[in-house]
């Protein structure tokens, strides 16, 4: 396995656990905009201390561009929670897995980055095993739910895209930093609104989700440095096999047959991408982790 799709699945597996403790922070009655600011904040304080403890220029070369690939983490953020609020999970959720596809036509469109095999089987099997696990409804679908899903799936795309070109002339801890640095005076008066204060666990949850959230970034980045971006993302299907477990053993609710069909589906495609050849790095150092 190389070490970009290594990143990508350790990604994924900080992205599970984030959503477990969001939908325990959400269940508990902390407001989405509270979480949301809570996680930009908490990322923000640790992206800051790793930049500065790996002696690195804090505001990178491109700012404009770090500046905007930050807009359009916040943007498919905020879109994917109104798309939660207006349409049912599965149906959401299924949207959502579009990312790959769109992400890979973007890449060879802008990046010039060709789509191999690998990749085209891991989109396949992921899309296949995530409509076996998740059952989309099929109903007739609210269009303001739509058009959030849909700019959740685009700005993610084109993120992702930025994030590869990116890492070309920037650290892969300096476009972390970014993302939270354009999130937080975003999403303040967002919480601000509904504000409600949370108990000292709740406070301890808010952290976790931050620190978890900073964990999938970071590797996220990485692998998305080392990875062509549809190659890539492709690996991210995987947090859907990581969300069944987490399901299983922390909420006592297993997984269909059909589910476990779908997840087979998931690791078949993640391990053709993981054993096939790696794509050259862009840059041999914008991957470089922060000193110990």
Same mark, same amino acid.
């Given at each position: 396995?190389?070490?970009?799709?290594?990143?990508?699945?350790?990604?994924?597996?900080?992205?599970?656990?984030?959503?477990?403790?969001?939908?325990?922070?959400?269940?508990?009655?902390?407001?989405?905009?509270?979480?949301?600011?809570?996680?930009?904040?908490?990322?923000?304080?640790?992206?800051?201390?790793?930049?500065?403890?790996?002696?690195?220029?804090? $505001?990178?070369?491109?700012?404009?561009?770090?500046?905007?690939?930050?807009?359009?983490?916040?943007?498919?953020?905020?879109?994917?929670?109104?798309?939660?609020? @207006?349409?049912?999970?599965?149906?959401?959720?299924?949207?959502?897995?579009?990312?790959?596809?769109?992400?890979?036509?973007?890449?060879? $469109?802008?990046?010039?980055? @060709?789509?191999? $095999?690998?990749?085209?089987?891991?989109?396949?099997?992921?899309?296949?095993?995530?409509?076996?696990?998740?059952?989309?409804?099929?109903?007739?679908?609210?269009?303001?739910?739509?058009?959030?899903?849909?700019?959740?799936?685009?700005?993610?795309?084109?993120?992702?895209?930025?994030?590869?070109?990116?890492?070309?002339?920037?650290?892969?801890?300096?476009?972390?930093?970014?993302?939270?640095?354009?999130?937080?005076?975003?999403?303040?008066?967002?919480?601000? /609104? +509904?504000?409600?204060?949370?108990?000292?666990?709740?406070?301890?949850?808010?952290?976790?989700?931050?620190?978890?959230?900073?964990?999938?970034? /970071?590797?996220?980045?990485?692998?998305?440095?080392?990875?062509?971006?549809?190659?890539?993302?492709?690996?991210?299907?995987?947090? /859907?096999?990581?969300?069944?477990?987490?399901?299983?053993?922390?909420? +006592?609710?297993?997984?269909?047959?059909?589910?476990?069909?779908?997840?087979?589906?998931? /690791?078949?495609?993640?391990?053709?991408?993981?054993?096939?050849?790696?794509?050259?790095?862009?840059?041999? +150092?914008?991957?470089?982790?922060?000193?110990?």
């Amino acid at each position: 396995m190389s070490r970009g799709a290594l990143y990508m699945i350790c990604s994924a597996l900080g992205f599970s656990v984030m959503s477990v403790l969001v939908k325990v922070a959400s269940e508990g009655g902390l407001p989405t905009g509270e979480i949301v600011a809570a996680r930009a904040i908490v990322t923000l304080v640790v992206s800051y201390w790793m930049v500065k403890r790996a002696d690195l220029p804090l $505001w990178g070369n491109e700012r404009g561009k770090l500046m905007f690939r930050g807009l359009l983490g916040f943007g498919g953020l905020t879109c994917y929670y109104g798309s939660l609020a @207006h349409l049912p999970l599965a149906d959401a959720t299924t949207i959502q897995q579009t990312v790959p596809v769109l992400t890979s036509v973007l890449a060879w $469109w802008i990046l010039r980055e @060709h789509v191999g $095999w690998s990749t085209a089987i891991a989109i396949a099997c992921g899309l296949g095993g995530v409509m076996l696990i998740v059952h989309p409804s099929g109903a007739g679908v609210e269009p303001i739910g739509l058009g959030f899903a849909i700019g959740a799936v685009v700005c993610s795309s084109f993120a992702y895209v930025t994030v590869r070109q990116l890492s070309r002339t920037e650290n892969a801890l300096v476009i972390v930093f970014y993302f939270p640095l354009v999130a937080m005076p975003l999403s303040i008066p967002w919480a601000v /609104v +509904d504000w409600v204060t949370p108990s000292p666990t709740e406070w301890l949850l808010l952290v976790a989700i931050g620190l978890a959230t900073q964990i999938g970034q /970071v590797f996220l980045t990485l692998g998305l440095t080392l990875e062509r971006a549809g190659r890539a993302t492709s690996l991210g299907y995987v947090q /859907v096999v990581f969300a069944m477990i987490w399901q299983t053993v922390l909420f +006592d609710q297993p997984p269909e047959l059909a589910s476990i069909g779908g997840a087979a589906l998931i /690791v078949f495609g993640t391990l053709a991408v993981a054993s096939a050849k790696a794509a050259r790095p862009s840059s041999p +150092d914008t991957s470089t982790p922060p000193r110990a």
